[in-house]
């Protein structure tokens, strides 16, 4: 079983696939599943492509002269970090954890991680039921949806 999930995601040709393809596919595992297929290279291949595309999804239009540093905290098999700084009308994303104090800080697990960014969750129930962590400025976590286009599947 968990080969045919690992083939879900881990055979993807990202550069191919649609954010609205990548939310489907994500709609279509249960967090077991997910959680599963996020293991070992297979794990940063998929973070990093997923922070790799969101300049792509960002919306400069709204998030106008904001400036500001999100950390994401991805927990799992280990701990990983991306920050997303918003400047100037511009999104950079980095891999790992800068000495910039962000605005605010999410911290989620793999599954959640995945649900959230292909617009498969809702950030404010994701919260309410304790699957997403915040620290820092909670306004900025629960508006941070609207600065990206993200996908319906």
């Excluded at 393809?21 to 279509?28: L, T």
């Excluded at 599943?33 to 973070?47: A, C, H, I, Y």
């Excluded at 950079?92 to 962000?102: A, L, Q």
Aim: glycine share 10%; hydrophobic share 40%; aromatic share 6%.
């Amino acid at each position: 079983m968990a080969d045919h999930i690992s083939g879900d995601l881990g055979d993807l040709d990202f550069a191919a696939v649609s954010p609205e393809e990548f939310a489907r596919i994500v709609k279509g595992l249960s967090g077991r599943q997910l959680d599963e297929t996020m293991r070992g290279d297979l794990r940063m291949r998929v973070l990093r492509e997923v922070f790799g595309r969101m300049h792509q999804q960002f919306r400069p239009d709204v998030a106008g002269d904001q400036d500001l540093l999100i950390r994401w905290k991805i927990t799992g098999e280990s701990d990983v970090v991306f920050e997303t700084a918003i400047a100037g009308g511009a999104c950079t994303i980095t891999e790992g954890r800068s000495e910039r104090e962000p605005r605010t800080t999410l911290v989620m697990g793999d599954a959640e991680f995945l649900r959230l960014v292909s617009g498969n969750a809702n950030p404010v129930t994701m919260f309410m039921m304790r699957k997403l962590k915040v620290s820092g400025d909670v306004v900025t976590a629960s508006g941070l949806t609207r600065y990206f286009d993200i996908p319906k599947a």
